[in-house]
């Protein structure tokens, strides 16, 4: 969305971070060793000039080093209003909370995933011995990870955490139309990013029902051309490729073994 706003011309590369685990792939890591999305390659002649791996260097980054409308209030009130919302929603634990709280079929695949992600971590360490300190890193990461998902009682302090926040943003709005004040900013547009995320977990009630002043911002949000832009799905056919890349070379391993063993008892009948 940052990129929208700036007007900055950019080529997205799509990452397949499940089931494929494409950031655990070692052109991946040498690019973010946090082996994370996203990550940002700024180039500038067809050379890369900077490559950046944490969201909030990114969004700073984008306003601060390309021309367009400035996404950073200009007076210091607001720009204090702004870095405050800012390090409040980096402060939030979303990353376990969505795990742990995804409801349905998708909330049992994304839990068990985990223990296919250690997984293909041991076997990329295995493989790539040169970046075994990052695979390391990576596994106690996750190991943490895992824990936290399991923990209801921290699960509800996140939750609880994400509800505080809510609150102060409702009465922050009543007298502005953005967060940081009267023009928007990073900071309404690392949010509505974490309200993605949130709908997509079914809490959207949070705020239609319970906040109208959170209510009427997001829809605001979400009429800006920039969300459009930023967040269009794939379409059915891209994500039936997305798992064909990550099944089909199974699927062939299968059947070129029923071949072999096809082969194999066709030759001993024969010859008897």
Known sequence: MALVEKGVLWTSVFVNIGPAFEQYEPWYVQLNPRMVVPTLTIVEHTIPQRVLTDSASILQAIDADFSGPSLVPQDDLSRHRMHSWLDRQDQLRLREFSYARQPGLTGVALRYSLGLRRKRLLKQRKRNPNHAAVYDQKL????????????????????????????????????????????????????TAVFGRLEHLGYASWWTDERPQLSRWLKAMKARPSHAQATNTLTPWQGLQLVARVIMPKIFVVWLIKIAIFWLVAEAISSL
Do not use: P, T
């Open 140 to 191: 106690a990461d996750l190991a943490r990870w895992r824990e936290a998902v399991e923990d209801d009682d921290g699960i509800a302090k996140i939750q609880l955490q994400i509800q505080n926040a809510l609150d102060a943003m409702d009465r922050s709005l009543v007298d502005h139309d953005f967060l940081a004040g009267d023009h928007y900013s990073l900071a309404d547009l690392s949010w």
